[in-house]
Structure formats: structure tokens, C-alpha cells
């Protein structure tokens, strides 16, 4: 069992940053992948990133490729999400994942744990 909390989110102007943070329970994180994944008023929840379970490799949607950095810490049990040039188009509530597939997966469905949550809110 793995519980997930995030924190950081908050109103940022365009252009702007912030870091997410997600801190897990559980003595197996470092054997799960660690996903973020966002979802809009309205909308569906879509992949955001994924860093492996070793931290050595990661995957980012097209849309936030370039600006999204996504890291972890194995030691802290922590996994982060560093998002620089923020746009409007990038207010949603924000959610880390874990996984026990070690391939990329960008399907909510291939997720076993879900945080609660964290709005970031984008003004233009």
C-alpha cells in the first residue's frame, strides 16, 4: 500500500513557477514509477509525466515537454514536478501517481495509487 500527498500548488501569473511536490508512505517507493497527471474544469485527467522507479529516465506529454521537469528522491520517498513558462492553459488540479509497471504508461487506468490533489491555477 502506498499513500500519496501533494503540495504546492497556488495562483502563479503566466510565465511564471512553481515545484509540486508528493510525498509517499509505504517502504516500497522506490520500486513503483512515479507519474503526475492534470485535469481541467470539464475535461478529462491527462498524462503529464513519469519518472522511472531508479529516477533514471522520464517521459513528458508533448504539451508540457521543455517547461515540466519531473524528479525524485528515493531517500525522502518524494517526487517532484518543476514547471517553468506556465501557462493559462495549464490551470488544473494536479495529481501524483504510482504504478507498478516499469514501462512507460500515460493511462490513468495503469495507475494502483492516486493523491488527493493540488489546484494550480494559471492567470494570463
Known amino acids: 500500500q502506498v499513500q500519496l500527498v501533494e503540495s504546492g500548488g497556488g495562483l502563479v501569473q503566466a510565465g511564471g513557477s512553481l515545484r509540486l511536490s508528493c510525498a509517499a508512505s509505504g517502504r516500497t517507493f522506490s520500486s513503483y514509477n512515479m507519474g503526475w497527471f492534470r485535469q481541467a474544469p470539464g475535461k478529462e485527467r491527462e498524462f503529464v509525466a513519469v519518472?522511472?522507479?531508479?529516477?533514471?529516465?522520464?517521459y513528458y506529454a508533448d504539451s508540457v515537454n521543455g517547461r515540466f521537469t519531473i524528479s525524485r528522491d528515493n531517500a525522502k520517498n518524494t517526487v517532484y514536478l518543476q514547471m517553468n513558462s506556465l501557462k493559462p492553459e495549464d490551470t488544473a488540479v494536479y495529481y501524483c501517481?504510482?504504478?507498478?509497471?516499469?514501462?512507460?504508461?500515460?493511462?490513468?487506468?495503469?495507475?494502483?495509487?492516486w493523491g488527493q490533489g493540488t489546484q494550480v491555477t494559471v492567470s494570463s
Open positions: 519518472r522511472s522507479w531508479s529516477g533514471g529516465s522520464a
Open positions: 501517481a504510482a504504478t507498478r509497471y516499469h514501462s512507460v504508461v500515460t493511462g490513468h487506468s495503469g495507475y494502483d495509487y
